[in-house]
């Protein structure tokens, strides 16, 4: 499918990408937000309203720009368990313990289709940011019936008890007419733009999640 090339592009393998290609994504980030409490950074893509959560809860803030009909949504996951947070088979026992104990990238790529069987699964895999490895989900979905929506999710890992997660929500142009292998550009241009937005994600060093002040 269209996004799975696009988003194949790893959001740190910027050898596949010239350096005039680089610049013009990342001109459509906005400024950096930063959450010392959190202990996150990040840029938006640009043109978002924030919103900015309470310091208490999963949810750290949350961009939207009502003309584009973008969201994104940023969040922590924290487990009273250690857990993996991507899970493959050991070929020397006999179970298949990416079946029977999957990762946290597993269990949300099983959730968004166990919640909308229409949602059509287009990439799950593993990169690195820096240090930090990160778990990709990009899905397409029908919205309300009749609009297709493209939604990219990168979930970074600080330990084995807390993560990150990075919601986007687009608009595709794909119809049910259209070829699987015919890249929409609205899509490709939204992978691109989530791919320097999760690039640009810095883990701050920081004590506690407690008080949050947020630049």
């Known amino acids: 499918a269209g996004p799975i090339r696009a988003a194949d592009r790893a959001a740190t393998d910027k050898t596949t990408k010239a350096g005039a290609d680089e610049e013009d994504v990342r001109d459509r ?5 930063t959450s010392k409490g959190r202990g996150i950074s990040f840029r938006p893509p640009i043109g978002g309203v924030q919103s900015k959560r309470t310091p208490i809860g999963t949810d750290i ?40 104990k999957p990762g946290i990238l597993q269990q949300i790529a099983q959730q968004l289709q166990q919640n909308d069987a229409s949602t059509e699964l287009l990439r799950q895999d593993m990169v690195n940011v820096g240090k ?3 778990g990709m989900l990009v899905a397409r979905f029908t919205q309300g019936g009749t609009t297709t929506m493209l939604r990219q999710q990168a979930i970074v890992q600080r330990n084995d008890q807390l993560f990150y997660v ?28 989530f791919a320097a937005v999760v690039d640009s994600v810095q883990l701050l060093d920081q004590k506690a999640l407690l008080a949050d002040e947020e630049e």
């Open 29 to 33: 980030l906005g400024e950096r937000f």
């Open 61 to 100: 803030v949350r961009y939207s720009a009502a003309d584009e009909k973008w969201t994104l949504n940023v969040s922590m996951l924290t487990l009273e368990k250690p857990a993996k947070l991507h899970n493959v088979d050991n070929p020397h026992t006999p179970e298949n313990e990416a079946r029977t």
């Open 132 to 134: 930090n490895d990160v």
């Open 166 to 193: 990075l919601d986007f929500t687009s608009p595709s142009g794909r119809t049910p007419d259209d070829k699987p292998d015919v890249e929409d550009p609205s899509e490709r241009m939204a992978v691109e733009i």
